[in-house]
């Protein structure tokens, strides 16, 4: 079909162009969002091959920055429909458009495509252009892998399997500049392995708000730092070291702890605010060495914050409550404290129990909390838990599921409203028996005196306070990255987290112990598995209609508020 | 008879001269300006209606100016790719910031004659419907910035600048910006971001093309000082007169500066064209030519990234015979007709109008490690291959001129440079540090093997860069 070069077709977002990579036509649209701010773009080449599914290298291009096009590793060839002089398509004989090749390569990064583009990723002018790029990169990039933290992830290595020569030509002195600089408090920069694509500055200033980061010197002396005088210490800084294509920027948590390679890569999510950004556990041997965030565009896009990114080491605490422990803190085993517990639940009387869970647990657990209050009559409620959140990730709400704890019923309206309302009734003695769950409850107006006054108090917990060294029962918990279930953070996205590790000791994951707890006390079973636990949920609780584990998928879904 | 036609030189090196308003009016100053202000509205045969500044713009295409800071584009092309509708103001920078190597044009015309740079910058603001435009100027011209800045405070006086310029209803205000050093503010994209306040990092084109996002993300018009003089000639005598002055499509005049093992180093302007690269090297009313005794041995026609000639070098161009026909002759490199089209057709350019002469007293491989030097030196780092590359082969020559050569060296420079140029960096700097690396050592290969080669004769023994891999079973 003819088409008038002149004629404009009106710029709506839907439009789709076809251009071909590599001989393989695709339809892409006309424009794409920017990443930032939302703005329609002019489609480019690389958005283009990967519609085709044709990998074109790159070290500073990123999907979620802005485009900088400086490394020149995504350099490719095209051609375009050729135009005579009258402003026609110059059609070949066969009646296709012939197509007259740019004489000079492009970065696919940065360049639009346009109808009838023609891409060409594969020729050996854009292998030698790699090639060529690549040993630029390498002649004054330490060769130190061996001791490198991005051994194993990182984009030199990778491409050069693929770009690079076996042997280097170079024979002069590198350049050298200084290593080890402490760049923030939880950044170190290797000035020599940086390969200035600016990726970390773009995603301080752009991303994150904070121009903090720069280039001082020039050519091959160019140095990344921060600005005079200025430590680079936002909450995001660490994402710089996921981005950093190198090993130039590295974690000072993470730095010489575990080689990558070595790690377990467990899906879930950060459960440190009620934002739940996606993560990636790094384990080895029941050990976390670290988080790294994983996309998703309804939650956290590509990034997560330092705070959350951190709060892990807790897990690992080598004063981790492991054992079971009954009255007098005897040591017993799960059956035997469900039973004793059971059977204590059978004689209570309605309104003499109250039940103070966390929400920082999971739906599922939060919902076999909620039918157990319902079969004891006790009141309940979870702790409100609050800190300073900022504009990017960052939620106030520090809990990761108290809208969970709201749909399942457990917590109060505003949360925390019955705390006082169980305190008083512990000192008038109403309620003998109290439940709590993942808090010290202690520092919310329940103090060690009003414990003391109650008859049975069953805790679980994860870490040590004052309320579990007041526990008749005491029952270990499991951290979210030593068991499964699901999370619906503040914008009703409801997500999982995933087992990286194993729980320590006796610690057990809560949703299977409620499970048999239940079976005791109400002679229901339910399910054994978390699998049908949440779709048993699904099916009980209104908000999560439709929902099953199988469709949360990897990023969850959102359900509406 | 060759000879220096001084258009926008007439009067700069005339004894008694100054850099002042008074004298640039006694002088016929600023009557240009006049002219072009007062141009009436006039209605096309085919009924559509042209202003006065689009006049003055289609005056500058019929021209056929050409760009004198180095590129040679098209004054009127370059100013008709103006987005004119975007509703955000149009910019205009005049490009003061003259740093390559062996050019020293600009800097008679800012130093000399600073007004009539500014009417052809008033004039070219007029033609654009600029309102603001800026004089980015090479930091080391430290007086320059100091005349200029006069001269600006002496048009604003007189109305030449500021709130409705003469009564014409037109305002503009222009400021000076002056540079930190650095050669790649020269670029021009590179420039709009140091007047940004940034560092000098060209950017990517596409998206960001000046006319469309320049400076400030407005269209933007950035020219070379000697090109906007011209434009003040061009309104003065006309387009067509204008065209009629140089060869077709290499109109106008231009300043040469000419340096190097001459006898008479300096500035010349000339008729573009008219006079060819031999005759402004030899010719007593231009550099004289070489100092006694000496024989040329090569010549850089258009600043140091130009690629140099070889003396005896010869060229097959295209060129009108006797007949009128075009014919294929070959051509002498010093009977090359110094312009755009015919340097370009001989693999080099005429750049920024400057050339450098070598004699046979010149260690090629010395000139070249000193030109690559600096190119190192000036590289912005932004994007690869010219950060590493022009460093690479910096340490190179640097290892060739001090006894550690090798043979292979020649080999090894080219194959570095061919990685920079040819569309693989942001800018033309890429261009700029490789084409001399790649033309000397392409004409001039058998002194650079011989100096790599008498290095190894002279070191005892080389240690091996390449480990001898012992022959393996199955390959």
């Given amino acids: 079909m003819a088409t008038s070069p002149e004629a404009k077709p009106a710029a709506s977002p839907i439009d789709k162009i076809k251009v071909r990579v590599d001989g393989k036509e695709v339809e892409v649209p006309k424009t794409t969002p920017d990443p930032l701010t939302g703005k329609p773009l002019p489609t480019t080449m690389i958005q283009a091959c990967n519609v085709a599914r044709v990998d074109v290298p790159h070290y500073c291009y990123h999907p979620k920055l802005p485009v900088a096009g400086n490394c020149r590793m995504c350099l490719v060839e095209f051609g375009i429909p050729a135009v005579g002089s009258d402003r026609k398509p110059i059609l070949n004989p066969d009646g296709t458009a012939k197509i007259s090749k740019s004489p000079r390569p492009a970065i696919a990064c940065a360049t639009p495509v346009s109808p009838g583009m023609e891409i060409y990723t594969n020729t050996p002018a854009v292998k030698q252009m790699r090639e060529g790029v690549l040993e630029f990169l390498l002649i004054n990039h330490p060769l130190d892998c061996p001791i490198c933290d991005q051994a194993g992830e990182c984009k030199l290595q990778e491409y050069s399997v693929e770009f690079g020569q076996s042997q280097s030509r170079f024979v002069e002195q590198k350049v050298h500049k200084p290593k080890r600089v402490d760049l923030g408090p939880r950044i170190v920069l290797d000035y020599e392995r940086c390969i200035l694509c600016t990726r970390c500055i773009r995603f301080t200033k752009d991303v994150v708000g904070d121009d903090a980061l720069g280039i001082v010197n020039r050519g091959s002396y160019n140095t990344l730092t921060a600005y005079p005088g200025k430590t680079f210490d936002n909450n995001y800084t660490l994402n710089t070291v996921d981005i950093c294509p190198v090993g130039a920027l590295t974690s000072k948590d993470f730095r010489f702890q575990m080689r990558v390679w070595f790690l377990k890569e467990t899906k879930s999510i950060c459960t440190s605010c009620a934002t739940g950004c996606n993560v990636i556990v790094g384990s080895r041997e029941e050990k976390i060495y670290r988080y790294e965030p994983r996309e998703n565009e309804a939650v956290n896009s590509s990034w997560m914050c330092d705070y959350g990114r951190l709060n892990y080491k807790w897990i690992g605490r080598e004063d981790r409550l492991v054992e079971v422990r009954g009255p007098k803190s005897a040591a017993l085993s799960w059956a035997a404290a469900l039973k004793e517990i059971s059977d204590t639940f059978k004689q209570i009387s309605p309104g003499s129990a109250a039940l103070i869970a966390s929400a920082r647990q999971t739906n599922e657990e939060l919902y076999l909390l909620a039918k157990l209050a319902t079969k004891l009559g006790a009141v309940t409620d979870s702790v409100p838990r609050q800190g300073e959140g900022d504009k990017l990730l960052l939620n106030t709400d520090r809990n990761p599921n108290s809208l969970g704890a709201r749909l399942t019923g457990i917590s109060a309206e505003p949360i925390g409203a019955n705390l006082p309302k169980i305190a008083e009734a512990i000192r008038s003695g109403k309620i003998k028996t109290l439940l709590v769950f993942g808090e010290d409850v202690t520092k919310v107006g329940i103090g060690a005196d009003l414990l003391g006054k109650l008859e049975t108090l069953i805790v679980s917990d994860i870490l040590p306070n004052t309320t579990t060294r007041s526990a008749h029962y005491l029952l270990p918990g499991c951290a979210h990255a030593e068991k499964r279930g699901t999370f619906t953070n503040t914008k009703g996205r409801v997500q999982k987290v995933m087992k990286a590790v194993e729980p320590p000791g006796q610690a057990r994951a809560e949703w299977e112990f409620l499970h048999e707890l239940i079976f005791n006390t109400t002679g229901q079973n339910g399910y054994a598995s978390i699998e049908g636990l949440f779709n048993q949920m699904a099916a009980d609780i209104p908000a999560f209609r439709d929902l099953s584990w199988a469709k949360l998928g990897d990023t969850g879904v959102s359900i509406p508020l | ?475």
Avoid at chain 2, 118 to 137: K, P, Q, R, S, T
């Fill in chain 2, 1 to 475: 008879m060759p000879a220096e036609y001084r258009l926008i030189l007439k009067y700069a090196d005339q004894p008694g001269y100054t850099p002042d308003l008074e004298c640039y009016l006694r002088n016929g100053g600023y009557a240009s300006l006049k002219k072009a202000l007062a141009i009436q509205p006039k209605t096309l045969p085919d009924g559509r209606q042209v202003g006065g500044p689009e006049q003055i713009r289609d005056d500058v295409k019929l021209s056929g100016l050409r760009g004198r800071g180095g590129a040679g584009f098209s004054c009127g092309l370059k100013w008709s790719f103006v987005d004119r509708k975007s509703g955000k103001p149009i910019y205009l920078i005049c490009n003061a910031d003259e740093s390559e190597p062996g050019t020293f044009k600009d800097k008679q015309i800012l130093y000399k004659d600073p007004h009539q740079m500014l009417e052809g910058m008033i004039i070219a603001c007029y033609a654009n419907d600029v309102h603001l435009a800026y004089i980015y100027i090479r930091g080391e011209f430290v007086d320059g910035a100091k005349i200029l800045n006069r001269a600006l405070k002496e048009a604003r006086e007189k109305n030449f600048l500021g709130k409705n310029i003469l009564g014409s209803g037109y305002d503009l205000e222009i400021h000076v910006h002056r540079g930190a050093g650095a050669y790649i503010c020269g670029e021009e994209t590179g420039l709009i971001e140091s007047l940004e306040g940034k560092r000098a990092y060209p950017r990517i084109k596409p998206p960001y093309f000046p006319a469309v996002l320049g400076l400030y993300m407005c269209p933007t018009i950035v020219n070379n000082v000697e090109t906007l003089c011209a434009v003040k000639h061009i309104v003065a005598m006309g387009g067509a007169e204008f065209a009629r002055l140089g060869t077709p499509n290499n109109t106008g005049t231009r300043i040469v500066s000419i340096s190097g093992h001459v006898k008479k180093p300096g500035y010349y302007e000339v008729e573009v064209g008219k006079v060819t690269l031999g005759q402004l090297i030899n010719d007593p009313v231009f550099a004289g030519g070489l100092r006694d005794g000496r024989k040329l041995k090569a010549v850089i026609p258009g600043g140091s990234s130009a690629k140099v000639f070889k003396a005896g070098e010869k060229f097959k161009l295209k060129r009108k015979g006797p007949d009128g026909k075009d014919a294929e002759q070959e051509v002498d490199m010093l009977d090359l007709p110094y312009d755009f089209d015919s340097l370009i057709a001989a693999g080099s350019m005429s750049g920024s109008g400057a050339i450098i002469v070598m004699d046979d007293s010149t260690d090629i491989v010395e000139a070249l490690s000193n030109l690559s030097e600096f190119y190192a030196h000036e590289s912005c780092g932004q994007c690869t291959p010219c950060r590493e590359g022009s460093l690479w082969m910096s340490k190179a020559l640097h290892r060739l001129t001090h006894g550690q050569g090798r043979g292979t060296d020649a080999e090894y420079l080219v194959r570095i440079a061919d990685n920079i140029p040819g569309g693989r960096t942001i800018c033309a700097f890429g261009e700029a540090c490789s084409w001399p690396v790649q033309s000397f050592v392409a004409k001039f290969k058998d002194e650079f093997v011989a100096r790599g080669a008498a290095d190894e004769q002279r070191r005892p023994a080389v240690p091996k860069t390449e480990p001898e891999l012992a022959p393996q079973a199955g390959h």
